[in-house]
């Protein structure tokens, strides 16, 4: 026996089902479904089993969202070949074909299962699921008779039913259509479609009122007369044509329902017109499967008419048979015949592979067969070919911009190959086109006929895009003509964009001579040929733009990659060193300013550039040996850098620093006589802050023992007095520990105490010590101890760097 019957199992039983081959089973939670189930997260309507061959099951998601698993592997759309394990809501089930069972005669079903018809079909909803259906899996088994592959609806039996004769099969609603069909004369034609809606409301009525009275007259006449015998009622026939037309009614009534069973024996025996209205009925119920097939075989009997009504059902988004083979070839067959709305499904079924191969070309005359057509679905696809093309002849125009910021609405964020970069970062790739408009300051760019679109999917298209250009800087000119092939993309939002891109170039013209440009077969690797002054000024122009405003910023590090790069390119020329050291100094600045930078790998970037002679960059490394940032402290790494750089060029802030580190002798032997030559013959008149205070120190050393040097130090600290306060402080102490009057020392008092006021720390605790011992001022012991508190939790003023200040 052929395997006819589909079983359920899990550890609650067995449960069979009649399932043929090509046939559809509706599963969820849903009271209209084939199979019902219960449990966590199963739609009303969730899946739909389909038996596409012998043994063969495809399992089809009615939602995106409708999830189910076959042997252990979630999905919204298998194939699979029984026996196999079916997972839904919690519950797993083994699935698989058996052979029928032998069929129980129909009287001893009727005395076995209350509620079964005559007919052998069940005659409604059962009062009690638990009396014929698993748990948690249940069945909700279609009510009515099978012919052929076709379900017709039946109404519940009534329990006394008196069984009819023979010749009263014909449903009492024939007789009502019989006394209102009437032929209708030839000049009474146009009222005919009214007589048949009227005829066939009439014929509704008298069909429900039958189904409501005829129950209750039977139990009528079973009570009084049980012995009586009904006569056969006996209905005129009808001609086919004027079934069908009723049953055309029925369908526009809304009651397809009703015409099913008139139009199947039409069906049955072979009517293409029975079959085309029988499927428009089934499909107004809803449901999926014989339509298709009475369609086609009324497409194939000859009756053109059903061929929008099949592409129709087959393209149906509820039919779970819709991208199956069976499908694409029935589409085949109606555009075949000259239906023109296959023409867009059939289009779709190419571009995405459903039910065949996917085919981009057939995809594309399919869709330009539907945009003749009329179908704006189909031109809405072949404006895909359009939209990449102005994308690619946007994307060449703008290289004639100034600006680089709009690259963005021309290239996707995560791009491919773009000429000589692959899978580059935007950053990157910006910069690329940065330096194409810097090298060529002067660009006209324009693109010409000839474009071409190849289509690898409607969504993505490979683009070709002619283009000429001259480009220009200085006196060198060139000129010629290019192609751009990119590939375009269509984002989320409907937007288009490259994904990448290469061009290749034909240099027409060279002027003024060919030697002085490099041969590229790129646009971007087109470049002039500098001389080596060129390259100096070119170099020279690209320090110049990174060291713009870099008075206010802390990001060093573009400034420091491109004087690296014109440092290791012109070893033989200095031009950079006064770009070094003037950001050596900025680096400097920002050190004594915070104590530290935002990158402290910059401290290895300095080294090369004190090798190569940057004074500024010596004295840096010498601050960050001494501070022991970037590196590990040492003072005499730090010393002798200081003094490399005061021999190297002898310059004034490196002998400061010089200096400076041999009076403090902080991890080095002070060396007082030695700083002293260094500074009290250059500094001693000097009006930088820094250098001023310096000297008076050394000068204070020497008028401890020649009281006649205490006015050299007062002038030396009195040029420093107004921007630097420590000098202020000083200063202060020598008039209040050497003034010769009361005004003098008063006028120190005044000089320490504004210098505690500016945060001088060093200014507080004098302060505190002058009010203790009434020294310049009326003893307080209350400001003495504010004054001494304050200089403990004050922090020490920065120190300030020698760029700092202007003579």
Known sequence: MALMVLTLSNLDGEHRISCPLHTSLTLGCGPDCDVTFEGVGILPRHCVLYRTGERTFQIIGVYAAAQFSVNGVTSSELEVNVPFKFGIGGEVFDVDLAEGKEEVPLQERAEAEPGVGAEGAPAGPRTSRREYLLKPITLKPRAGQRVGEVILESGPSPENEVPMPAQAATPPALTVEAMVETPLPTDEEEEESPKRVLGGLLLCGAMITGMVYWPHHLDQLSAAKPEVVLPPVVAPALSPETTVRACEDLIRAGAPQLAVPMLMPLAEKGDVAAMHRLALALRASGQFGEEEVLLQKAVEGGRREALRDLVSVVDDEENPARYTEGAFKQLQLAAKLGETSAWMPLGERYEYGNGTKPDIKLALAAFEKARVA??????????????????????????????????????????????TLDHPPMEVLLRQEEEMRDRWPLRRISVVAGAQAELETFDLIKVTQPFQFEVQRGERIARGKGVLVCSVQRDVADHWRITDASDRIEVTEL???????????????????????????EARL????????????????????????????????????????????????????????????????????????????????????????????????????????????????????????????????????????????????????????????????????????????????????????????????VLLNHGQTTKERRTGFAAIKAAAEEGVVEAMKSLSQCYLEGVGCEKDLHLATFWKQKAMVTEPPRRRHYTEFEE
Request: glycine share 6%; with cysteine.
């Open 542 to 733: 690209e320090i110049l733009e990174q060291m713009r405003g870099l008075e206010a910023t802390e990001d060093f590090k573009p400034a420091l990659t491109v004087l690296m790069n014109a440092m290791y390119e012109f070893p033989q020329d200095t031009f950079w060193q006064p770009f070094a050291d003037k950001l050596c100094d900025r680096m400097a600045r920002q050190l004594f300013m915070s104590g530290k930078w935002l990158d402290a790998a910059w401290a290895e970037q300095v080294h090369p550039f004190a090798e190569h002679g940057s004074v500024s960059a010596m004295l840096l490394e010498g601050h960050l040996y001494a501070a022991g940032y970037g590196c590990v402290r040492n003072a005499a790494k730090s010393l002798a850098l200081y003094q490399k750089a005061f021999e190297a060029g002898k310059r004034r802030d490196a002998r400061f620093y010089y200096a400076e580190a041999l009076f403090q002798g902080q991890g080095v032997p002070q060396d007082i006589e030695k700083a002293g030559a260094l500074v009290l013959a250059f500094m001693s008149r000097s009006k930088h802050p820094l250098e001023a205070y310096l000297a008076a120190h050394l000068l204070w050393r020497k008028a401890e023992h020649d009281p006649a040097l205490w006015q050299d130090v007062y002038d030396t600290l009195s040029r420093a007095v107004e921007k630097f306060p420590p000098a202020k402080n000083l200063a202060g102490m």
């Open 374 to 419: 009329g179908d704006k679905r189909a031109a809405v696809k072949l404006s895909a070919k359009q939209g990449a093309l102005e994308r690619a002849a946007a994307y060449v125009r703008s290289w004639n911009e100034v600006s680089v910021a709009r690259l963005l609405e021309h290239v996707a964020a995560g791009q491919g190959k773009f000429f």
């Open 511 to 537: 002027l003024p001579t060919k030697e002085q440009f490099v041969s590229a077969a790129s646009l971007r690797e087109l470049k002039p040929a500098f001389t080596h002054e060129e390259q100096v000024d």
